[in-house]
Each structure stands twice: as C-alpha cells, then as structure tokens.
C-alpha cells in the first residue's frame, strides 16, 4: 500500500474560466475521462441527443464559462492531477428524482486521479476540500451517491465507507447501486470562521 500523500503537497482551485484549460488538460490526459467529461448527469434533454464527446465538451464548457459550478481541480506541483464534481444538486438534471428541488443540496457525483498519484487518499483530500469549497458556497447539505467496495459500477462516484468515515450518513438509495448519502453543513462555514 502507497503512503498518502501529505495534504500540504495538494492544492485545490474551483474549476472555472480561468482554470478551464487546466481541466481540459486533465480530462484530455492519458486515461482522462474524455469520453463523458462529467456530462452524465448534468445532461438536459437536449444535451442527452448529442453523445460524442466534442458535444460533451462543448456543454461543460459552456457551464464553466456562464459561471455554474461544476467542481473543483488538485493539483501537484502546479499540475492538475485530480478531479471532483460538486455543484448544486439542481445543476445534475439526470441524478436523482428530484434533482430540480435545490434547497442548498451540493452533489459530489465524481472523483478522478491520475493514474500515477492513485492509492496516495488523494480522494479523501479531494472529499474534504469538496465538502469545504460547497459549506463556503452557501451549501446547507452536501450529499453523495457512493457504492459499496464491491460495487461493478459507479466506482467513479466513491465508495460507502469513505464517506461513512468523513461522517456522511446513508439517507436512501438512487438505483440498484448506488446509496444517497448525506452530510449536514449548514452554518459550518460561519462555525469555522
């Protein structure tokens, strides 16, 4: 097992038009997720009718450049290496059943490292500053949608424990798969203030 990676090497930024090229780098790397750029569940109805990936690419971008939130970067050394999804639930039309009702609910959807930084609890860093940058943001719970450690899908989502561990509580399920977990955050940010 690889040591983790000590926190004060990382560095976390919001993606947003002036980090878009560094996620477009990411997510354009060797085993970048190229192939759906984030796009599953925040596709409308008339995104989910263009499926190759410079459509995918065109709408996260067009996100970015309006100012929607769409998650956050970790970067090494002044590299990207790392990838979390965190926005308003309201902004991932195809997540859950109720995505439209927003009520300061944060979804955290999707992690990506590079390959060569797995195994190092980059994610748990990843989770940490998420759940942090959606408490500053005016979140009131931040929820996600894990799988359990021998799930054969969603594994891009996270696994149960670690949220369990990062005191995240199951609240319902979405699917076959996948539980809805749930973290109350509301005040937090004035708390740690």
């Known amino acids: 097992m690889k040591p983790a990676l000590p926190s004060a090497l990382l560095e976390f930024r919001e993606v947003n038009a002036e980090s878009w090229s560094d996620f477009e780098r990411l997510f354009e790397s060797v085993g970048g997720p190229k192939y759906c750029w984030c ?26 450049m309006n100012g929607t939130p769409v998650g956050i970067l970790g970067y090494l050394k002044g590299e990207p290496v790392a990838w979390c999804s965190v926005a308003p639930r309201s902004t991932h039309h195809r997540l859950v059943s109720d995505a439209s009702i927003d009520d300061g609910v944060w979804s955290i959807t999707c992690f ?51 949220f369990a561990e990062a005191g995240f509580a199951h609240v319902g399920q979405e699917g076959k798969r996948r539980k809805v977990m749930r973290l109350a955050v509301h005040g937090q940010h004035e708390r740690d203030a």
């Open 39 to 64: 796009m599953a569940w925040r596709k409308t109805s008339e995104e989910a009718k263009c499926t190759d990936r410079a459509s995918l690419k065109r709408a996260i971008q067009g996100r970015v």
């Open 112 to 162: 990506f490292v590079t390959r060569k930084l797995r195994g190092l609890a980059i994610i748990k860093q990843l989770l940490a500053f998420a759940t942090s940058h959606a408490t500053r943001r005016g979140a009131k719970v931040v929820e996600s949608y894990p799988v359990d450690t021998d799930s054969p899908s969603y594994r891009f989502m996270g696994f149960v424990p670690m």
